[in-house]
């Protein structure tokens, strides 16, 4: 996993968790792992950083980039064909 993840990977990642379990309830609760990852997004944005260091991360967050990331490698080596209708 890299050291460091930037502002777009972060959002990237946790649209990636939303779109795969998205929020639930009246106050539309963000999944565990789109939940963990929306603290350091939101650090990122007030304290206007370029990059959050990946070691900070609680197990959760980490885990829930690591799964984002390996989904992204897939998705890259394996892009989805359009319909050749």
């Known amino acids: 996993m890299q050291s460091f993840i930037t502002l777009p990977d972060l959002e990237s990642a946790i649209n990636f968790w939303r779109q795969r379990s998205p929020s639930v309830g009246e106050e539309l609760r963000l999944c565990q792992e789109a939940s963990s990852l929306a603290t350091p997004y ?11 260091d990946v070691s900070q991360l ?10 984002w990331q390996e989904h992204s490698a897939v998705e890259r080596t394996n892009p989805m064909q359009p319909n050749k209708t």
């Open 42 to 52: 939101a650090l990122m944005i007030m304290e206007r950083r370029t990059q959050f």
């Open 58 to 67: 609680s197990e959760t967050a980490q885990h829930a980039l690591r799964v």
